[in-house]
């Protein structure tokens, strides 16, 4: 690779075409010293540099939209999954590229960082999204220090967070949690053939997501130990399925089902085998739980319109998501134990499953002033 030096005014320059980046030919112009013998073994040196380093360091003189273009590509999109990948694009370009963007990265300061946390928190944000900005955030300006050396100094390590009136919780019509006779409505109105009735039968009796749930074959279920295990989830990308890895560690599980539905998924896989016999060679060999009459899987996208027509049809204002809050909230106030709940729900937290349903339990709230009131009364 080679360069060259010139003067301009009183110092010395050097410059060296670098390799392209989006297409564009990049070429490097510093200063090299007050003479020509400076410059050129600052060039020198400068050119054993790149070539050893790859000339990530020069990103510092990019914008901050370029270098978490760069993070993203060279970081996210190789070590983390796919639906964060499109949280964290949407995430860099709604709410951090629009405030702090068209600045350079080396001239990144806590003060500037801390207005993207603050704008995004006047427009209204939840908690929890502003709780990811800062994670995404973080996770690039920190990477930008090291191992990319881009820059001595994290900016995010400043950051506070604005509090939220607690005051103004979730409440059970937020998180949209159905009630029991709500439920047996739905029932009514989605038909045991229907592609929705089985995954909807599964989300309530377990609390899985919803890719947890299509995502299950029945070597996930144990007939006589009465346990259902999650392992993989459904994915969409684009149009197309695929299968991922759940959530996180802890989202690997295994948890016990009751008769109920234990029944339900006896009579479902004898109607499997009964459409595989009707549909012949035009039925779709698979092990999947969730399939079409025709052996096809259902995927979100079916999960969605099926949905969309059994919430017009029944008038319950409901989502998909209302099944894993329900299962929740009627363990929760019925006396089951907060542990418990985290470990089948596959929260990594124990404070997400609190945060989550806490507030929501009333009963569970009176029931313990009930016992400590009958603790004097013995």
């Known amino acids: 690779m080679d360069g060259s030096v010139r003067r301009r005014g009183k110092k010395w320059y050097y410059s060296f075409e670098g390799a392209r980046i989006n297409g564009k030919r990049m070429r490097y112009e510093r200063v090299g010293g007050n003479t020509k013998a400076e410059a050129t073994e600052a060039l020198r040196k400068a050119l054993n540099y790149y070539e050893e380093a790859g000339a990530i360091e020069e990103l510092s003189n990019f914008s901050v939209q370029d270098y978490f273009d760069y993070w993203y590509e060279d970081y996210v999109m190789r070590n983390l999954k796919y639906n964060t990948q499109q949280n964290y694009r949407g995430t860099i370009d709604n709410h951090i590229v629009p405030y702090i963007g068209h600045y350079k990265l080396k001239a990144m300061q806590p003060s500037v960082v801390q207005k993207v946390i603050d704008k995004n928190f006047e427009k209204g944000l939840a908690k929890q999204t502003l709780a990811i900005i800062y994670t995404v955030m973080a996770g690039a300006f920190k990477r930008a220090v090291y191992p990319y050396q881009l820059t001595n100094n994290d900016p995010t390590r400043y950051i506070q967070m604005p509090k939220y009136d607690q005051r103004n919780k979730k409440t059970k019509e937020d998180l949209k949690v159905i009630t029991m006779d709500q ?87 004898k109607r499997q085998l009964e459409n595989k016999l009707f549909y012949g060679q035009h039925y779709t060999e698979n092990n999947f739980i969730c399939t079409k009459e025709n052996g096809k899987l259902t995927t979100p996208h079916s999960i969605k319109h099926y949905g969309d027509k059994a919430r017009r049809e029944s008038g319950i204002d409901f989502s998909f998501h209302s099944f894993r809050h329900t299962h929740a909230t009627l363990l929760l106030e019925n006396g089951a134990i907060d542990k418990a709940i985290q470990e089948r729900l596959g929260h990594a937290r124990i404070g997400t499953t609190m945060d989550t349903y806490s507030h929501l339990t009333n009963k569970t709230k009176k029931e313990t002033v009930d016992i400590f009131e009958n603790i004097f009364q013995k």
């Open 183 to 269: 439920f047996r409505t739905l029932q009514e109105y989605v038909h045991q053939s229907n592609p929705f009735y089985i995954p909807m039968m599964i989300a309530f009796h377990t609390g899985l997501r919803r890719g947890e749930v299509l995502g299950l074959t029945w070597d996930n279920i144990s007939f006589e130990h009465q346990t259902l295990t999650v392992e993989k989830i459904i994915v969409m990308k684009g149009k197309e399925w695929t299968i991922g890895t759940p959530k996180t560690q802890a989202s690997y599980r295994t948890i016990n089902i009751g008769k109920q539905l234990i029944d339900v998924l006896k009579k479902h896989r």
